[in-house]
């Protein structure tokens, strides 16, 4: 990718949406967003509990454009190891589509906990 | 879609619908509203790039045509970061008497617990 | 069908080689005695080929269940096994895999939860889990290990239950012990499994849907209840299942093994291997004239509590063996049972009785003992120890 075009950026949509419930003002939707601004292919997101994972998916509302999944808070990287390798295998199937993307989010503790604990392998997306 | 009448109206596995936070009207919890002066914005989109609720409109072309009063909260970081002071933030009291389409409360909790 | 095998085979390899031929979409295990065999097999047979499967090698239990989850929300079929401690680090996570109505299976070794660190087989590690919202069905031997696990597939996969199942056994007793198995050819079982058709996959990203939300008081208690139903409507669903894998093997498993139940004045309800044992001195007693009985329940989770009340009725005196204690209170099976009990009109006495912990052998002698005592009316109100060395306050000494 040659560069990154701000003004095409902006017809892109992005996976997070309006109307979650971080404080106004917060800096971690913002760096969410942003970081997904790098990827094109469809993307799935697991995340770790935390700030975010409570204030975009308080039931029935959910502010992912996109699959999600909370299971815990130190398993999201174990979390998204299961659904890449269910990527793997299904896509080899011809059942879901093969350029998927897949990201784990967490905040201080859903990271911290990761690299003491439950990392699990990531496999390759 | 909205809030389950009852448990057999409940969506299998825990699942909530992907994007239904959009009906939620975050908007309400403003206290400050920002203001877009159209003759100094250059659309340089680094309002766009922060707001951390995606509410700063744009028409297609990259060019900034306005802040969605559904969605903002009123946080001010895009009058901070605005280079050359487009956006001001003004007391949200003094658009009392507008009216305008309405969406979930965030605050408010079903009755059957209340 | 044809092309049946009988193979000598413990309750693990027939486990690993049902496995096989359901061929899992993904599989993420770790390794504890006396489950070890069979993501150990498993692996042997992804590494030759054997299999389409994804293996995920993780670092704990913790993580094999979370990428379980994960696999399995996502629209593949999923299995993995464990025991004891390795099911304890685990026990987090099950409520979560049964709200996401994900339908894994699960081979559970049984095997005594430390402290103190014991190899050998007890119920403590399932028990502990008989909350969790997870399918229980306890096998008696290799062959019943061999036709639950597929038997388990279709009934965790079906609409109407989308239940993650624990198909349980004993460890080493079951799991290593090797007995004449019959197995079914490759094309049956697949015939029979069939394929998973999973309803709002993860990986369906045109529409997309986001598990596990945050929620307040408002919807917790409708979502719980909602998920209840699944297990609920399990029963009428395995029976059509076990009709129909019936067919293929000419065995049918009903949710209680009644051996010898309907006219017995004496029952002893026990699960799973120990069981054997006492069938054969339910013979014996019967050659003798005691009218004996067993009752040997397979469906922990979900309880058959009307067969129970109806093989129940009119009993003269009813033993319950458990393999676990709830300690400070009534051990799991005695519990359920004198639940099913209450609502008969016409009281029947229950002896509670508590053997087995660590591996400790039931042996006939246990079990005429039982029911000599059943036949003596000689019942008490406290929890009695098969084979526990216990002073003999009585006379003074041991």
């Known amino acids: 990718m040659a560069g990154i075009n701000l003004k095409e950026l902006t017809n892109r949509q992005s996976p997070l949406t309006e109307g979650h419930r971080m404080c106004p003002g917060c800096g971690a939707p913002t760096a969410v967003r942003q970081g997904l601004m790098a990827v094109e292919d469809p993307v799935v997101i697991v995340g770790a509990t935390g700030c975010f994972e409570v204030s975009t998916t308080v039931y029935p509302y959910s502010a992912w454009r996109v699959p999600y999944m909370h299971i815990a808070f130190e398993n999201a990287g174990a979390g998204v190891s299961g659904v890449a390798a269910a990527h793997k295998v299904l896509s080899r199937k011809g059942a879901v589509k093969d350029n998927i993307k897949f990201a784990a989010v967490g905040g201080d503790g859903g990271c911290l906990r990761r690299p003491q604990g439950a990392a699990g392998p990531t496999a390759p997306p | ?114 | 069908m044809s092309d049946k095998r009988k193979e000598m085979t413990s309750g693990n390899l027939a486990f690993a080689e049902a496995m096989r031929q359901v061929n899992p979409d993904v599989v993420a295990a770790y390794p504890i005695t006396p489950s070890t065999e069979i993501p150990m097999k498993f692996a042997e047979f992804v590494a030759d080929g054997k299999v389409d499967s994804e293996y995920v090698a993780v670092e704990s239990e913790h993580s094999a269940i979370t990428a379980c989850v994960g696999a399995s929300v996502s629209g593949a079929r999923v299995m993995t096994a464990s025991s004891a401690n390795g099911v304890a680090l685990m026990h987090e996570i099950f409520p979560i895999a049964a709200a996401f109505r994900a339908p894994i299976v699960f081979g559970l070794v049984n095997r005594s939860l430390g402290a103190p660190v014991n190899i050998h087989c007890d119920h403590s590690d399932s028990m502990p889990e008989r909350d969790s919202g997870w399918i229980q069905i306890y096998c008696e031997d290799a062959q019943e290990v061999y036709d639950s696990v597929l038997l388990a597939v279709r009934l965790a996969e079906h609409e109407d239950v989308l239940t993650p199942v624990f198909v349980c056994q004993d460890g080493f007793i079951t799991s290593h012990c090797f007995e004449p198995v019959e197995m079914l050819s490759d094309e049956a079982v697949k015939k029979f499994v069939g394929e998973r058709k999973a309803k709002y996959p993860l990986l369906d990203v045109d529409n997309p849907v986001s598990y596990g939300s945050f929620t307040m008081s408002e919807y917790y208690f409708e979502i719980k209840r909602n998920q209840m139903e699944g297990m609920n409507r399990a029963p009428e669903v395995y029976k059509s299942l076990s009709k129909e894998l019936a067919q293929y093997t000419g065995r049918e498993y009903p949710m209680i093994d009644a051996y010898r139940a309907e006219d017995a004045d004496y029952l002893i309800v026990i699960m799973s291997s120990a069981t054997g044992v006492v069938k054969d001195v339910v013979d014996e007693m019967r050659e003798k004239g005691v009218k004996a009985g067993c009752l040997r329940v397979r469906f922990f989770r979900p309880f058959p509590f009307e067969e129970i009340r109806k093989l129940a009725k009119g009993k003269k005196g009813i033993a319950v063996l458990d393999r676990s204690a709830s300690i400070g209170g009534t051990a799991p099976l005695a519990a359920e049972i004198k639940s099913a009990l209450y609502g008969l009109d016409e009281r029947v006495p229950l002896q509670e009785y508590i053997f087995g912990l660590g591996g400790r052998d039931l042996y006939p002698r246990d079990a005429e003992n039982v029911f000599s005592r059943l036949m003596d009316s000689d019942f008490s109100d406290t929890v009695r120890y098969i084979g526990l060395l216990e002073k003999d306050e009585e006379n003074g000494g041991n």
Do not use: Y
């Open chain 2, 1 to 114: 879609m909205s809030k389950p009448k009852c448990w057999q109206d409940v969506p299998p596995g825990t699942i909530a619908w992907g994007a239904s936070a959009r009906d939620v009207e975050t908007g309400l919890w403003r206290s400050m509203r920002p203001i877009l002066d159209r003759n100094k914005c250059i659309s340089c989109l680094k309002c766009w790039l922060q707001c951390p609720d995606a509410s700063i409109e744009t028409d297609g072309e990259g060019k900034v045509n306005g802040i969605n009063m559904f969605f903002c909260k009123g946080c001010g970081v895009c009058d901070k970061v605005c280079p050359v002071g487009a956006i001001s933030m003004h007391p949200e009291a003094d658009f009392s008497s507008e009216c305008r389409k309405r969406g979930e409360d965030p605050g408010r909790v079903a009755d059957h617990v209340r």
